[in-house]
Protein backbone atom coordinates (compact mmCIF):
# COMPACT_ATOMS: atom_id res chain seq x y z
CA UNK A 1 0.00 0.00 0.00
CA UNK A 2 1.57 3.28 -1.01
CA UNK A 3 1.55 6.02 1.82
CA UNK A 4 -0.59 8.79 2.47
CA UNK A 5 0.39 12.47 1.18
CA UNK A 6 0.55 14.49 4.26
CA UNK A 7 1.52 17.77 5.03
CA UNK A 8 3.27 19.54 8.25
CA UNK A 9 4.21 22.79 9.03
CA UNK A 10 6.49 24.70 11.45
CA UNK A 11 6.71 28.60 12.67
CA UNK A 12 8.97 31.16 12.14
CA UNK A 13 10.20 33.31 15.24
CA UNK A 14 10.97 36.67 16.67
CA UNK A 15 13.23 36.57 19.83
CA UNK A 16 12.06 39.57 21.57
CA UNK A 17 14.58 39.40 24.46
CA UNK A 18 17.92 37.56 25.52
CA UNK A 19 19.92 37.54 22.56
CA UNK A 20 24.12 36.16 22.87
CA UNK A 21 22.55 36.21 26.77
CA UNK A 22 20.98 32.99 26.23
CA UNK A 23 24.41 31.37 24.17
CA UNK A 24 25.13 30.57 28.24
CA UNK A 25 22.87 28.73 29.98
CA UNK A 26 22.85 31.21 32.74
CA UNK A 27 19.86 33.30 31.18
CA UNK A 28 17.11 32.71 29.21
CA UNK A 29 15.51 34.12 26.07
CA UNK A 30 11.85 35.02 25.48
CA UNK A 31 11.08 33.93 21.77
CA UNK A 32 7.85 34.28 19.72
CA UNK A 33 6.43 31.65 16.99
CA UNK A 34 5.11 33.60 14.33
CA UNK A 35 2.25 32.74 11.95
CA UNK A 36 4.73 33.02 8.95
CA UNK A 37 5.29 29.08 8.70
CA UNK A 38 7.50 26.70 6.22
CA UNK A 39 5.04 23.54 4.91
CA UNK A 40 6.64 20.32 3.85
CA UNK A 41 4.19 18.34 2.05
CA UNK A 42 5.65 14.35 1.37
CA UNK A 43 4.39 11.50 -0.69
CA UNK A 44 5.06 8.62 -2.59
CA UNK A 45 7.71 9.38 -5.45
CA UNK A 46 5.68 7.15 -8.36
CA UNK A 47 8.05 5.14 -10.28
CA UNK A 48 7.54 2.98 -13.12
CA UNK A 49 6.23 -0.67 -12.89
CA UNK A 50 9.50 -2.72 -11.85
CA UNK A 51 11.78 -0.39 -11.24
CA UNK A 52 13.34 0.47 -8.24
CA UNK A 53 14.65 3.73 -7.10
CA UNK A 54 16.33 4.81 -4.31
CA UNK A 55 15.42 8.52 -4.28
CA UNK A 56 14.52 11.63 -2.41
CA UNK A 57 13.09 14.72 -4.56
CA UNK A 58 12.69 18.27 -2.50
CA UNK A 59 11.12 21.26 -4.44
CA UNK A 60 10.57 24.86 -3.76
CA UNK A 61 8.36 25.67 -6.41
CA UNK A 62 8.44 29.85 -5.36
CA UNK A 63 12.12 30.05 -6.75
CA UNK A 64 14.04 29.42 -9.58
CA UNK A 65 16.50 25.95 -9.77
CA UNK A 66 14.91 24.78 -6.72
CA UNK A 67 14.82 21.38 -6.82
CA UNK A 68 17.21 18.52 -5.76
CA UNK A 69 17.49 15.18 -5.87
CA UNK A 70 19.12 12.88 -3.48
CA UNK A 71 19.95 9.18 -3.77
CA UNK A 72 20.51 7.28 -0.14
CA UNK A 73 22.08 4.04 0.73
CA UNK A 74 22.97 2.10 3.66
CA UNK A 75 26.67 3.03 5.29
CA UNK A 76 29.40 0.57 6.54
CA UNK A 77 29.50 -0.26 10.00
CA UNK A 78 26.80 1.58 11.21
CA UNK A 79 27.07 4.79 10.05
CA UNK A 80 23.48 5.50 9.24
CA UNK A 81 22.10 6.40 5.64
CA UNK A 82 24.39 7.98 2.96
CA UNK A 83 23.23 10.81 0.99
CA UNK A 84 24.74 11.85 -2.28
CA UNK A 85 23.09 14.62 -4.32
CA UNK A 86 22.34 13.56 -7.84
CA UNK A 87 22.82 15.70 -11.46
CA UNK A 88 19.20 15.32 -13.07
CA UNK A 89 20.70 15.68 -16.00
CA UNK A 90 24.50 16.55 -17.66
CA UNK A 91 24.04 20.01 -18.04
CA UNK A 92 22.41 21.13 -14.95
CA UNK A 93 24.57 22.70 -12.18
CA UNK A 94 24.58 21.09 -8.52
CA UNK A 95 23.10 23.82 -6.15
CA UNK A 96 23.53 22.60 -3.02
CA UNK A 97 21.13 23.11 0.12
CA UNK A 98 23.17 21.96 3.69
CA UNK A 99 19.93 22.12 5.37
CA UNK A 100 18.28 19.57 3.14
CA UNK A 101 21.10 17.02 3.12
CA UNK A 102 22.04 16.85 6.28
CA UNK A 103 17.95 16.90 7.59
CA UNK A 104 17.83 13.55 5.14
CA UNK A 105 20.79 12.15 6.15
CA UNK A 106 19.70 12.72 10.04
CA UNK A 107 16.08 11.52 9.97
CA UNK A 108 16.87 8.74 7.67
CA UNK A 109 20.31 7.45 9.81
CA UNK A 110 17.44 7.69 12.72
CA UNK A 111 14.68 5.94 11.25
CA UNK A 112 16.92 2.96 9.88
CA UNK A 113 17.34 2.15 13.65
CA UNK A 114 13.85 1.95 14.67
CA UNK A 115 12.23 1.00 11.30
CA UNK A 116 13.61 -0.88 7.93
CA UNK A 117 16.45 0.91 6.44
CA UNK A 118 15.13 0.39 3.01
CA UNK A 119 13.17 3.83 2.09
CA UNK A 120 10.29 3.95 -0.44
CA UNK A 121 11.21 6.89 -2.83
CA UNK A 122 9.71 10.28 -1.93
CA UNK A 123 8.85 13.50 -2.92
CA UNK A 124 8.71 16.25 -0.69
CA UNK A 125 7.09 19.55 -1.92
CA UNK A 126 8.24 23.01 0.91
CA UNK A 127 6.02 26.13 0.49
CA UNK A 128 7.28 28.97 2.87
CA UNK A 129 4.86 31.67 3.58
CA UNK A 130 5.19 34.99 1.88
CA UNK A 131 6.52 37.25 4.80
CA UNK A 132 10.16 34.78 4.76
CA UNK A 133 11.48 37.09 2.07
CA UNK A 134 11.03 40.72 1.11
CA UNK A 135 9.19 40.65 -1.91
CA UNK A 136 10.55 42.77 -4.47
CA UNK A 137 8.41 45.84 -5.55
CA UNK A 138 6.25 45.06 -2.06
CA UNK A 139 4.70 48.17 -2.98
CA UNK A 140 3.23 47.89 -5.97
CA UNK A 141 -0.23 45.83 -6.53
CA UNK A 142 0.82 42.18 -7.38
CA UNK A 143 0.43 42.32 -11.12
CA UNK A 144 -0.11 38.98 -12.47
CA UNK A 145 -1.93 35.52 -11.02
CA UNK A 146 1.12 33.74 -9.77
CA UNK A 147 2.03 36.76 -6.97
CA UNK A 148 -1.29 36.63 -5.76
CA UNK A 149 -1.05 33.07 -5.00
CA UNK A 150 -0.95 32.14 -1.34
CA UNK A 151 2.06 31.15 -1.72
CA UNK A 152 4.12 33.59 -3.78
CA UNK A 153 6.47 32.95 -6.80
CA UNK A 154 9.78 34.94 -5.85
CA UNK A 155 10.36 34.40 -9.61
CA UNK A 156 14.55 34.19 -8.32
CA UNK A 157 16.58 31.59 -6.85
CA UNK A 158 16.70 30.99 -3.60
CA UNK A 159 20.37 32.39 -2.98
CA UNK A 160 18.97 35.58 -4.37
CA UNK A 161 15.79 35.98 -2.21
CA UNK A 162 16.42 38.69 0.35
CA UNK A 163 15.61 36.91 3.80
CA UNK A 164 13.63 39.03 6.47
CA UNK A 165 15.11 37.05 9.31
CA UNK A 166 12.71 35.13 10.38
CA UNK A 167 14.07 31.84 10.92
CA UNK A 168 13.58 30.12 7.83
CA UNK A 169 16.15 27.49 8.20
CA UNK A 170 15.31 26.41 11.37
CA UNK A 171 11.27 26.42 10.27
CA UNK A 172 12.47 24.09 7.39
CA UNK A 173 14.56 21.86 9.17
CA UNK A 174 11.96 21.08 11.57
CA UNK A 175 9.14 20.83 8.81
CA UNK A 176 11.57 18.75 7.01
CA UNK A 177 12.48 16.52 9.76
CA UNK A 178 8.76 16.05 11.22
CA UNK A 179 7.57 15.32 7.99
CA UNK A 180 9.83 12.45 7.53
CA UNK A 181 9.51 11.06 10.76
CA UNK A 182 5.43 11.11 9.78
CA UNK A 183 6.07 9.23 6.88
CA UNK A 184 8.52 6.79 7.32
CA UNK A 185 7.85 5.82 10.69
CA UNK A 186 5.63 3.05 11.41
CA UNK A 187 2.35 4.03 11.50
CA UNK A 188 1.24 4.80 15.79
CA UNK A 189 4.87 5.33 16.35
CA UNK A 190 5.09 8.76 16.17
CA UNK A 191 2.52 11.70 16.37
CA UNK A 192 2.80 15.75 16.83
CA UNK A 193 0.56 15.61 19.40
CA UNK A 194 2.89 13.20 22.16
CA UNK A 195 5.40 15.01 23.93
CA UNK A 196 7.96 12.55 23.88
CA UNK A 197 7.75 12.36 20.54
CA UNK A 198 7.75 16.37 20.24
CA UNK A 199 10.57 15.76 22.48
CA UNK A 200 12.42 13.40 19.86
CA UNK A 201 12.00 16.08 17.08
CA UNK A 202 13.06 18.48 18.27
CA UNK A 203 16.34 16.35 19.75
CA UNK A 204 17.02 15.28 15.99
CA UNK A 205 16.26 18.74 14.31
CA UNK A 206 18.45 20.59 16.61
CA UNK A 207 21.18 17.74 15.81
CA UNK A 208 20.74 17.92 12.04
CA UNK A 209 20.18 22.14 12.25
CA UNK A 210 23.43 22.68 13.95
CA UNK A 211 25.58 20.07 11.91
CA UNK A 212 24.02 21.49 8.63
CA UNK A 213 25.11 25.35 10.06
CA UNK A 214 28.55 23.89 11.35
CA UNK A 215 27.95 25.16 14.59
CA UNK A 216 26.06 25.13 17.78
CA UNK A 217 24.32 27.97 18.33
CA UNK A 218 21.69 28.47 21.32
CA UNK A 219 19.34 26.86 19.42
CA UNK A 220 16.36 28.78 20.24
CA UNK A 221 15.19 29.03 16.61
CA UNK A 222 14.90 25.31 16.33
CA UNK A 223 13.20 25.39 19.58
CA UNK A 224 10.15 27.69 18.64
CA UNK A 225 9.73 25.89 15.48
CA UNK A 226 9.04 23.11 17.62
CA UNK A 227 7.48 24.38 20.65
CA UNK A 228 6.10 27.60 19.32
CA UNK A 229 6.37 30.27 21.58
CA UNK A 230 8.02 30.32 25.04
CA UNK A 231 10.74 31.02 27.50
CA UNK A 232 14.43 29.40 26.35
CA UNK A 233 17.28 28.08 28.13
CA UNK A 234 19.17 26.25 26.07
CA UNK A 235 20.81 22.74 25.88
CA UNK A 236 24.62 22.34 26.99
CA UNK A 237 26.59 22.67 23.37
CA UNK A 238 28.58 19.69 25.14
CA UNK A 239 26.17 17.21 24.58
CA UNK A 240 26.32 17.26 20.35
CA UNK A 241 30.28 16.97 20.93
CA UNK A 242 30.46 13.20 20.55
CA UNK A 243 27.92 12.92 18.19
CA UNK A 244 30.49 12.52 14.97
CA UNK A 245 29.85 13.19 11.46
CA UNK A 246 27.04 11.04 9.56
CA UNK A 247 28.83 8.18 8.11
CA UNK A 248 31.08 7.91 10.61
CA UNK A 249 31.27 4.16 12.42
CA UNK A 250 28.07 3.69 14.60
CA UNK A 251 26.85 6.88 13.72
CA UNK A 252 23.63 5.64 13.55
CA UNK A 253 23.75 4.24 17.36
CA UNK A 254 25.05 7.22 18.74
CA UNK A 255 22.32 9.49 17.09
CA UNK A 256 19.74 7.54 18.13
CA UNK A 257 20.54 7.91 21.44
CA UNK A 258 21.00 11.35 21.66
CA UNK A 259 17.05 11.40 19.49
CA UNK A 260 15.76 8.94 22.54
CA UNK A 261 17.97 10.45 25.42
CA UNK A 262 18.74 7.05 26.43
CA UNK A 263 21.84 7.62 28.42
CA UNK A 264 22.28 10.19 31.52
CA UNK A 265 25.01 11.95 29.15
CA UNK A 266 22.95 12.10 25.74
CA UNK A 267 19.85 13.74 28.19
CA UNK A 268 19.36 17.74 27.02
CA UNK A 269 19.02 20.01 29.02
CA UNK A 270 17.14 22.71 27.33
CA UNK A 271 14.02 24.35 29.29
CA UNK A 272 10.89 25.11 27.47
CA UNK A 273 8.55 26.79 29.37
CA UNK A 274 5.62 27.57 27.40
CA UNK A 275 3.43 28.71 30.21
CA UNK A 276 5.48 31.76 31.22
CA UNK A 277 5.50 33.72 27.87
CA UNK A 278 2.29 35.15 26.71
CA UNK A 279 1.37 38.16 24.37
CA UNK A 280 -1.93 39.26 25.82
CA UNK A 281 -5.34 39.93 24.25
CA UNK A 282 -5.51 43.24 22.76
CA UNK A 283 -1.41 43.74 22.27
CA UNK A 284 0.10 41.95 19.34
CA UNK A 285 3.45 41.46 17.77
CA UNK A 286 4.52 43.90 14.44
CA UNK A 287 7.57 43.32 12.87
CA UNK A 288 9.34 45.95 10.29
CA UNK A 289 11.33 44.62 7.87
CA UNK A 290 14.55 46.81 7.09
CA UNK A 291 16.18 46.42 3.72
CA UNK A 292 19.79 46.06 4.72
CA UNK A 293 21.12 43.10 6.88
CA UNK A 294 23.70 42.32 9.40
CA UNK A 295 26.32 39.13 9.40
CA UNK A 296 25.32 37.60 12.68
CA UNK A 297 28.69 35.12 13.04
CA UNK A 298 30.60 37.84 13.05
CA UNK A 299 28.58 39.90 15.47
CA UNK A 300 28.21 37.00 17.91
CA UNK A 301 31.96 36.25 17.66
CA UNK A 302 32.67 40.19 18.78
CA UNK A 303 30.72 40.22 21.79
CA UNK A 304 31.77 36.98 22.89
CA UNK A 305 34.99 38.12 23.00
CA UNK A 306 34.54 41.55 24.51
CA UNK A 307 33.09 39.56 27.29
CA UNK A 308 35.70 37.30 27.90
CA UNK A 309 38.08 40.31 27.79
CA UNK A 310 35.51 42.09 30.16
CA UNK A 311 34.01 39.63 32.52
CA UNK A 312 33.11 41.49 35.30
CA UNK A 313 31.39 45.01 33.63
CA UNK A 314 29.65 42.03 31.02
CA UNK A 315 28.55 39.78 33.27
CA UNK A 316 27.10 42.61 35.67
CA UNK A 317 25.49 44.48 32.38
CA UNK A 318 23.96 40.70 31.20
CA UNK A 319 22.34 39.84 34.76
CA UNK A 320 20.87 43.80 34.77
CA UNK A 321 19.34 42.79 31.30
CA UNK A 322 18.55 39.22 32.21
CA UNK A 323 16.24 40.90 34.71
CA UNK A 324 14.76 42.97 32.53
CA UNK A 325 13.99 40.72 30.33
CA UNK A 326 12.37 38.57 32.85
CA UNK A 327 10.22 41.53 33.73
CA UNK A 328 9.01 42.01 30.74
CA UNK A 329 8.11 38.25 30.27
CA UNK A 330 6.34 39.02 34.11
CA UNK A 331 4.67 42.08 32.77
CA UNK A 332 3.19 39.94 29.64
CA UNK A 333 1.60 37.62 32.40
CA UNK A 334 0.10 40.00 34.23
CA UNK A 335 -1.18 41.72 31.42
CA UNK A 336 -2.45 38.51 30.03
CA UNK A 337 -3.65 37.68 33.89
CA UNK A 338 -5.93 40.46 34.72
CA UNK A 339 -3.34 41.64 37.47
CA UNK A 340 -1.77 44.79 35.86
CA UNK A 341 -3.55 46.94 33.28
CA UNK A 342 -1.27 49.50 32.42
CA UNK A 343 0.72 49.50 28.80
CA UNK A 344 3.16 52.32 30.36
CA UNK A 345 4.87 49.71 32.49
CA UNK A 346 5.61 47.59 29.57
CA UNK A 347 6.97 51.03 28.22
CA UNK A 348 9.04 51.65 30.72
CA UNK A 349 10.57 47.46 30.71
CA UNK A 350 11.42 47.91 27.19
CA UNK A 351 12.86 51.06 27.27
CA UNK A 352 15.50 49.80 30.37
CA UNK A 353 16.25 47.18 27.84
CA UNK A 354 16.99 49.00 24.82
CA UNK A 355 19.11 51.47 27.16
CA UNK A 356 21.48 48.04 28.30
CA UNK A 357 21.27 47.14 24.68
CA UNK A 358 22.67 50.04 23.10
CA UNK A 359 25.20 50.10 26.47
CA UNK A 360 26.10 46.75 25.38
CA UNK A 361 26.71 48.05 21.81
CA UNK A 362 28.91 50.83 22.87
CA UNK A 363 31.36 48.59 25.08
CA UNK A 364 31.61 45.58 22.45
CA UNK A 365 31.62 48.44 19.38
CA UNK A 366 29.16 45.86 18.01
CA UNK A 367 25.81 47.52 16.33
CA UNK A 368 23.38 45.65 18.06
CA UNK A 369 21.45 48.82 18.19
CA UNK A 370 22.88 50.77 16.09
CA UNK A 371 22.23 54.57 15.43
CA UNK A 372 19.76 54.26 12.74
CA UNK A 373 17.96 51.86 14.27
CA UNK A 374 17.58 53.73 17.51
CA UNK A 375 16.16 56.30 15.36
CA UNK A 376 13.45 54.15 13.69
CA UNK A 377 12.67 52.65 16.86
CA UNK A 378 12.30 56.26 18.53
CA UNK A 379 10.37 57.44 15.44
CA UNK A 380 7.77 53.93 15.70
CA UNK A 381 7.97 54.15 20.12
CA UNK A 382 6.03 57.73 19.01
CA UNK A 383 3.31 56.59 16.97
CA UNK A 384 0.02 56.66 19.21
CA UNK A 385 -1.05 52.88 20.28
CA UNK A 386 2.76 51.33 19.37
CA UNK A 387 3.71 50.23 23.18
CA UNK A 388 7.50 49.86 22.67
CA UNK A 389 9.97 47.80 20.21
CA UNK A 390 13.62 46.71 19.77
CA UNK A 391 15.82 44.91 17.67
CA UNK A 392 15.45 41.28 17.75
CA UNK A 393 17.98 38.59 18.25
CA UNK A 394 21.38 39.78 17.31
CA UNK A 395 20.07 42.89 16.57
CA UNK A 396 21.97 44.88 13.88
CA UNK A 397 20.25 45.97 10.72
CA UNK A 398 17.70 43.15 9.82
CA UNK A 399 14.47 44.45 11.46
CA UNK A 400 12.85 45.59 14.45
CA UNK A 401 10.03 44.66 16.63
CA UNK A 402 7.36 46.22 18.02
CA UNK A 403 4.52 45.78 20.74
CA UNK A 404 1.53 47.91 19.64
CA UNK A 405 -2.15 47.50 20.42
CA UNK A 406 -3.41 45.37 18.74
CA UNK A 407 -5.63 47.83 16.50
CA UNK A 408 -5.45 48.19 12.37
CA UNK A 409 -5.38 52.12 12.60
CA UNK A 410 -2.01 52.17 14.69
CA UNK A 411 -0.72 49.40 11.59
CA UNK A 412 -2.04 52.21 9.24
CA UNK A 413 -0.41 54.85 11.05
CA UNK A 414 3.33 53.16 11.38
CA UNK A 415 2.39 52.12 7.67
CA UNK A 416 1.97 55.95 6.50
CA UNK A 417 5.47 56.50 8.87
CA UNK A 418 7.58 54.08 7.00
CA UNK A 419 6.48 54.60 3.78
CA UNK A 420 8.05 57.78 3.31
CA UNK A 421 11.27 56.52 5.62
CA UNK A 422 14.71 58.26 5.25
CA UNK A 423 17.23 56.29 6.74
CA UNK A 424 19.87 58.43 8.25
CA UNK A 425 23.52 57.70 7.58
CA UNK A 426 25.07 56.16 10.49
CA UNK A 427 28.23 58.03 10.98
CA UNK A 428 30.25 55.06 12.71
CA UNK A 429 29.95 52.61 10.80
CA UNK A 430 28.79 54.57 7.24
CA UNK A 431 25.43 52.05 6.97
CA UNK A 432 22.45 54.14 5.90
CA UNK A 433 19.17 51.42 5.83
CA UNK A 434 17.03 51.14 3.13
CA UNK A 435 13.16 51.21 2.87
CA UNK A 436 10.98 49.92 6.01
CA UNK A 437 8.24 47.83 5.57
CA UNK A 438 5.43 46.46 7.88
CA UNK A 439 5.29 42.71 7.45
CA UNK A 440 1.74 40.83 8.05
CA UNK A 441 3.21 38.36 10.73
CA UNK A 442 2.08 38.28 14.48
CA UNK A 443 2.83 36.13 17.02
CA UNK A 444 1.75 32.63 17.28
CA UNK A 445 1.45 30.34 20.55
CA UNK A 446 1.57 27.53 18.54
CA UNK A 447 4.93 25.35 17.53
CA UNK A 448 4.93 22.12 14.46
CA UNK A 449 1.79 20.62 13.48
CA UNK A 450 0.20 18.43 11.04
CA UNK A 451 -1.90 20.49 8.29
CA UNK A 452 -4.68 19.62 6.13
CA UNK A 453 -2.88 18.59 2.97
CA UNK A 454 -5.68 19.34 0.81
CA UNK A 455 -5.22 22.89 1.35
CA UNK A 456 -1.99 22.68 -0.70
CA UNK A 457 -3.84 20.93 -3.66
CA UNK A 458 -3.83 23.92 -5.96
CA UNK A 459 -0.67 25.04 -5.48
CA UNK A 460 0.87 21.69 -6.76
N1 LIG B 1 11.91 27.91 0.97
C1 LIG B 1 13.05 27.25 1.14
N2 LIG B 1 13.29 26.11 0.47
C2 LIG B 1 14.43 25.42 0.63
N3 LIG B 1 15.43 25.84 1.45
C3 LIG B 1 15.26 26.98 2.13
C4 LIG B 1 14.06 27.74 2.02
N4 LIG B 1 14.17 28.82 2.83
C5 LIG B 1 15.39 28.73 3.42
N5 LIG B 1 16.04 27.63 3.02
C6 LIG B 1 17.38 27.18 3.44
O1 LIG B 1 17.75 27.95 4.57
C7 LIG B 1 18.90 28.77 4.26
C8 LIG B 1 18.78 30.11 4.97
O2 LIG B 1 19.12 29.89 6.30
P1 LIG B 1 19.77 30.98 7.27
O3 LIG B 1 20.03 30.33 8.58
O4 LIG B 1 20.86 31.67 6.53
O5 LIG B 1 18.59 32.00 7.34
P2 LIG B 1 17.40 32.19 8.35
O6 LIG B 1 17.25 30.96 9.15
O7 LIG B 1 16.18 32.64 7.58
O8 LIG B 1 18.00 33.43 9.09
P3 LIG B 1 17.82 34.07 10.52
O9 LIG B 1 18.49 33.14 11.48
O10 LIG B 1 18.51 35.38 10.34
O11 LIG B 1 16.38 34.21 10.78
C9 LIG B 1 18.87 28.88 2.74
O12 LIG B 1 20.16 29.14 2.24
C10 LIG B 1 18.39 27.49 2.35
O13 LIG B 1 19.44 26.55 2.46
C1 LIG C 1 22.96 36.22 18.95
C2 LIG C 1 22.04 35.04 19.16
O1 LIG C 1 21.77 34.93 20.56
C3 LIG C 1 20.69 35.26 18.50
C4 LIG C 1 20.68 35.39 17.01
O2 LIG C 1 19.34 35.62 16.63
P1 LIG C 1 18.84 36.01 15.18
O3 LIG C 1 19.35 34.98 14.24
O4 LIG C 1 19.36 37.41 14.91
O5 LIG C 1 17.32 36.00 15.30
C5 LIG C 1 22.73 33.77 18.67
C6 LIG C 1 22.04 32.48 19.12
O6 LIG C 1 21.23 32.52 20.05
O7 LIG C 1 22.35 31.41 18.56
Known amino acids: ?49 GVTLSEIIVKSPQ ?44 VLSYVATIASPTFQPASITIFA ?9 SDEPPTNAAQQRRFFDFQVPLWEAHKTGLGSSAALVTAVTAALLVHYLPEGSFSLTNEADRKRLHNLA ?3 HCAAQGKVGSGFDVASAVYGSCLYRRFSPSLLESLGTSGSPDFGARLKALVEESSHAST ?15 IRLV ?67 RSHIREMSRLSAVPIEPPAQTHLL ?48 DETDGVTIGKVSVLGVREEMQGVRVENVKQYEWET
Open 1 to 49: MPLPRQAVSAPGKVFLAGGYLVLDRAYTALVFGLDARIHAIIEPLPTSP
Open 63 to 106: FRDASWTYGYRLALDGGGIDITQLRVDALSELHRNPFLDTTLSF
Open 129 to 137: DNDYYTKPN
Open 206 to 208: QAA
Open 268 to 282: WNTEIKKSAVAIPKG
Open 287 to 353: MCDVDCGSQTPGMVKKVLAWRKENPDVANKLWSELQSCNEDLATKLKDIEEGRLSDYGALTSCIGKI
Open 378 to 425: DACSNVPGVIGGVVPGAGGYDAIVLLIKDDEQVVSELRRLLAGWKGVK
